[in-house]
């Protein structure tokens, strides 16, 4: 039997950065945070085809559009650019589907986003239905971390592995979970997990989650605080004493120069990702964790104290065999993930008979 070959569009929406724009300030949170749209189109083996990155549309700008029709107004320029063309032509080949991947807790069943931590105006909008109507295609949300796991477990560092925690660092911390294989749908929040009892404030609301002590955000925090307080660092010079253009890129590059403060900046940050790897290993017995986004960048700066400190607190057992892992999708993960998701859930069209 033929199946036909299919194509997969995926839209994601997310705050997620790479190192070097990792800056986003308590202060200036507002103005810098980068919001995001990545839109791809992939082929059914998870090669990405073509794709375009976008800020996310704003709703607060003079446009009277809601966010739903200046979204679906991009997909549409998309669709019509002549990379995307030419990478449709001369192919016997469908669009299969539309695979979205939005930050925030996601409602399936009506596929809506219920609360987007970065993109508010998304709240409550029916985007599946818009999109089903205006594209006449099906349309799949999920979470833009499950979407990372998904593909990770797709023909990522995952590939031959049932059980695993995929932990996206960038501006803040997502992950996704796969259990016996398939993606563990239910919404999953592992950047908050309590990791200091009376910590850091986080972005949640609630205080000490790992988010606060590892991601993009947590280091530059992190490393202000400490030149707010007259810290030596070769980062003073580097900013030319404007501590709030430090960005993690920055910090990673005085790392490697020797800074000593950078370096334990990233230490600490391996210090508090083994903690929450610990307390994943001891609750969900993985075979691996793998870790994505934009700051794995840095990652021989926390990767060894990462290992050190979850194999110090898991229960021996269940940590024996654990595999740290980096992610092998790199920036199109999420997208390849929203892509294979979406072939997971529709049906594949068969064509013919090959016999
Ligand atoms: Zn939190």
Known sequence: MIALLRH???IIHSGDVRIEDCYWHRYWRHKYQDRNTKTVL????GNVLSSHQSPTPSTTDESAESIDDLLINNLKAFLDSDETKSALSGKSADIAGIGIGVAGIIDRHNGLVIQSPNISSLNGVPLRERFEKELNLPVVIENDANAYAYGEKWVGAGKNLDNFVVLTLGTGLGGGIIYNGDLFEGPVEIGHMTIVPSGRYCTCGSYGCL???ASGRAIVERVI??????ADSMLTERCNGNFYKVTSKLIYETALDGDSLSREVFREAGQFLGIGIANLINILGIDAVIIGGGLIGGWDMFVEELKKESLKRAFKPLSANIQILKSSLKENAGSIGAAGFLLHKIPSPVIGDAN
Not at 42 to 45: G, N, V
Not at 225 to 230: F, M, N, R, V
């Open 211 to 213: 988010e606060s002590y």
């Open 8 to 10: 997969i569009i995926t």
């Open 42 to 45: 992939a082929a059914e083996d």
């Open 225 to 230: 605080s400490s030149l707010e307080k007259g």
